[in-house]
C-alpha cells in the first residue's frame, strides 16, 4: 500500500509552525525528532545552531495522513522557500515496491540522497524528480523482510 504525505521544510520554525497546525488540526505529535540526535558522521560536526533544530517530525491529521516536516539548514545546501518548500513523502510497507518506486522516479532526477538503509530503521531515499518536484520515500525495513 502506498500513502502520500506532505512534507513541509522551515528554516528553524517547524516546531512553531507545527504547534500552530496541532492547535488548527487536533492530533498529538506521534515524533519529534532534533538533529542533535542524529548519529554523529565522521568528518562532520553538527553546527551548534542546529542541534536544536527539528530533524523529524510528525502530526498525524487522520488515519491515512500524517502532516511531516523539518528545518533545514545551509550546511545542507538547503534553504527553504517560502512558497516552495513542500515535498510529498511516499510511504511504502514492501522493499519491492519501494524499489520500483524510487527507480521510476529516479529516471532523470537529481537525487538528494540515495535509497538506503537509514539509521531510523527504514529504507529512505530523496530526490527531485526531472519535473522539478522533490520526493522522499520511506519504507520500514522490519515489514520489508
Sequence with gaps: MI???PYLNFNGNCFEAFTFYKTIFGGEFSYVGRFSEMPSEEGYTLP??????I??????INENISL???????????????GSNMELMIALSDKE??????????????????????????????????????????CPIESSE
Excluded: C
Excluded at 551548534?48 to 533544530?53: D, L, S
Excluded at 530533524?55 to 498525524?60: D, I, K, T, V
Design 3 to 5: 500513502t502520500i504525505h
Design 97 to 138: 515496491e519501494t524499489e520500483r518506486v524510487w527507480k521510476a522516479l529516479s529516471q532523470g532526477a537529481t537525487i538528494i540522497m540515495d535509497l538506503h538503509a537509514a539509521f531510523w530503521g527504514d529504507y529512505y531515499g530523496n530526490l527531485i524528480d526531472k519535473f522539478g518536484i522533490r520526493w522522499s520515500i520511506n
Design 48 to 53: 551548534e545552531e542546529m542541534k536544536n533544530m
Design 68 to 82: 511531516m516536516g523539518s528545518d533545514v539548514h545551509e550546511s545542507f545546501g538547503q534553504n527553504a522557500q517560502p
Design 55 to 60: 530533524m523529524h517530525m510528525s502530526l498525524p
